[in-house]
């Protein structure tokens, strides 16, 4: 699939998240200026446009997930860092610029998935999770948060 402007698209690795997911509890984050998302999707499809730009998305295994809302997306990424002692209590933590910057390119009506690669990426150490920002058929952004 092509990146949008013609080029590779712009890609946010967050190493800083990984294995954070399992610490401490959420909060909701107000969501009055927070554009809609498209939440529904054929899920191959999906997985179809991701598979061309987001490294290990080609397995069987793969499993990529259409999300309702940025503010829902922020209360996990609140939970991953809430009960980790040093993290700034923000949205993914370390990484909440580069979460700001991914999250000022999404437009009304785009669909965000989470996505995770399959088993067998993770085992040979090239698994990664993220969210990724997808217009039309194109990947506009994506936001890891983590890696193996």
């Not at 190493?15 to 401490?24: E, F, H, K, M, T």
């Not at 309702?68 to 993914?92: D, M, Q, T, Y």
């Not at 690669?117 to 990664?128: E, K, T």
Request: charged share 25%; net charge negative.
């Amino acid at each position: 699939m092509r990146a949008a402007g013609g080029g590779k698209q712009r890609s946010l690795n967050v190493l800083a998240l990984v294995g954070l997911l399992a610490c401490g509890h959420g909060d909701d984050v107000d969501r009055r200026s927070e554009p809609r998302l498209t939440s529904s999707g054929d899920e191959r499809q999906l997985l179809s446009i991701l598979s061309g730009s987001v490294h290990g998305m080609d397995g069987p295994d793969a499993v990529v997930e259409a999300q309702e809302s940025l503010s829902g997306i922020e209360a996990r990424g609140l939970a991953a860092v809430e009960g980790c002692e040093g993290f700034p209590k923000v949205p993914f933590g370390f990484a909440h610029g580069e979460w700001l910057s991914f999250r000022e390119q999404v437009r009304e009506g785009e669909v965000m998935v989470h996505y995770r690669s399959g088993q067998r990426f993770w085992r040979n150490l090239a698994g990664s999770e993220g969210y990724a920002l997808i217009r039309g058929d194109t990947v506009i952004a994506v936001f890891t948060v983590a890696v193996s």
